[in-house]
């Protein structure tokens, strides 16, 4: 009995351990579920923000990419089948559209005068609207400037190319036997001229050909403010123009179609005012509509064709001399220089041009042919063969170098084709100076300044290998002071033209 209770009391001990063993058995298992949803909860958060932030991504991706598609077929588009582009400013441009594209035609004008301050170029264009237009290009300030002028302001091209056909002829026929020179040519820019000083641009628009002649436009352009003005319009043919030392003055002559009632010349020289803007001679005429040159005579009709600038205010020019009441006489033609602030006909010495002059004739040289004068003499039987004659113009011509008032007449007395050949000339870097370059220089040039060093000292020996030709060596002295002067050889050539010599040549008398 006591066995048994003893045994029901262990029994019992054993089931209450069971028990807690249990429940702390449960109780982890509860706590394990705890966990267990705990962390799924946390897991399924962070996989829905996940999922969230993988969508914003996707979406932000697709538009990237949709942006970029675009692009990619725009610039494939155009990259590869030339469609249309936009510029940064919304314009519509393509690979070709370039302004040369857009141009039916394009020609360079050649411009004459110039320089480095300005370097214009100037094209005579027609877009595809056609219309024809000027295109200059010129530095302005420093800056490059691009500047255009249509038939607005220069209504001569309207349809110039257009017009072109045949020798210039609108209907395409040909004009037969003529040959115009190159600034002659019908429709075209015959002539353009940049005035550096006065800051314009000179162009002879050509029209229509009429015969052997141009219907043509003169106009001025002002490079400052773009300002156009016409200078004239008239039908000839008109010689290269000329701009004077300093550019003061431009002179030309023209060839006037007969029978135009306008002028009684045929050949007319013109000089006009680069400043005002002013013709001083129009027509070979002075503004108050006489004739140029008040040493000229009554009762004859004079010719001139301009040769060149002698000086910056003389012109040279070829003078044919007919009379007004006999169509059918020969003219009497030779070579004059004009001095226009006086007024005056020269003799190419520089003397006063006579009646007596004119009227002795000679071929475009100015020579004398050796007919009879008004007294019954022979102009040039005068003994100009001796050696005092021609001397004696040498001598002047270094009187007239060492005198600042007279230094002109020494230029007078040199030839166009004047050359100075001298060792000294080595040290400059030349080996010869021409008419042109002391022209070109002015009076204050090293070259001017050169021949002002030098004066006559001694005749040496003189020979004429004709009447018309003198060689004579002697001896000058040169230095720019008394202590530095030397002798030296020398030889110069001279010949007659007209009724005076002139100097075509001074070299070293060992040459």
């Known amino acids: 009995m006591t066995i048994t209770a003893a045994a029901a009391g262990k029994t019992q001990v054993v089931d209450v351990k069971r028990r807690k063993s249990l429940i702390v058995f449960l109780v982890s298992i509860l706590m394990l579920a705890g966990a267990i949803i705990y962390f799924d909860t946390k897991l399924l958060d962070h996989v829905k923000q996940t999922s969230q932030q993988q969508e914003n991504q996707e979406e932000e991706a697709g538009g990237d990419s949709t942006a970029v598609t675009e692009q990619g077929l725009s610039d494939e588009g155009d990259g590869e089948d030339g469609e249309e582009q936009k510029d940064d400013d919304g314009s519509v441009a393509s690979d070709t559209d370039s302004e040369e594209d857009q141009l039916n035609f394009s020609e360079n004008v050649p411009v004459s005068y110039n320089s480095p301050e300005y370097d214009i170029s100037v094209q005579l264009c027609e877009n595809k609207d056609k219309r024809a237009f000027?295109?200059?290009?010129?530095?302005?300030?420093?800056?490059?400037?691009?500047?255009?002028?249509?038939?607005?302001?220069?209504?001569?091209?309207?349809?110039i190319f257009g017009s072109r056909g045949g020798n210039g002829q609108s209907d395409g026929t040909q004009q037969k036997d003529v040959a115009f020179q190159a600034g002659d040519t019908p429709y075209s820019i015959g002539q353009a001229l940049l005035n550096p000083v006065h800051g314009q641009l000179y162009l002879m628009v050509n029209g229509a050909g009429m015969g052997q002649y141009v219907q043509s436009s003169f106009y001025v352009i002002d490079l400052g403010d773009m300002s156009v003005k016409k200078l004239f319009s008239y039908p000839a043919k008109y010689g290269k123009m000329y701009f004077n030392r300093d550019f003061s003055l431009l002179a030309y002559s023209f060839s006037d179609p007969p029978n135009m009632n306008v002028y009684q010349e045929e050949s007319i020289v013109e000089v006009l005012d680069c400043a005002n803007l002013e013709f001083l001679i129009r027509g070979s005429r002075k503004p108050d509509n006489s004739i140029i040159g008040r040493n000229s005579a009554e009762g004859f009709i004079y010719d001139y064709a301009f040769e060149g600038w002698h000086t910056s205010g003389i012109i040279k020019l070829i003078r044919e001399k007919r009379p007004e009441d006999d169509t059918g006489a020969e003219p009497v033609q030779m070579e004059v220089l004009y001095d226009i602030a006086a007024d005056l006909l020269l003799n190419l010495d520089g003397t006063e041009l006579s009646e007596g002059d004119s009227d002795k004739g000679g071929d475009s040289q100015g020579m004398d042919p050796g007919g009879p004068d008004d007294t019954g003499s022979v102009p040039g039987d005068e003994d100009l063969t001796e050696a005092g004659d021609p001397v004696e113009q040498l001598m002047s011509f270094y009187r007239y170098l060492g005198s600042d008032a007279d230094y002109h007449k020494a230029m007078l007395m040199l030839g166009d084709d004047f050359v100075l050949r001298m060792g000294i000339l080595t040290q400059f870097g030349v080996s010869e100076i021409h008419k042109s370059d002391i022209d070109a220089q002015g009076d204050a040039s090293m070259y001017a300044e050169l021949l002002r060093a030098a004066r006559f000292d001694s005749l040496a020996d003189v020979q004429m290998p004709d009447e018309n030709t003198a060689v004579i060596s002697y001896q000058h002295a040169i230095g720019l002071t008394a202590e530095s002067q030397f002798s030296q050889l020398m030889k110069a050539r001279m010949e007659r033209r007209g009724t005076s010599w002139v100097i075509t040549l001074i070299e070293d008398g060992n040459q």
């Open 134 to 159: 000027l295109k200059l290009r010129y530095y302005k300030d420093g800056a490059t400037v691009e500047n255009e002028l249509d038939e607005g302001q220069i209504p001569e091209l309207a349809d």
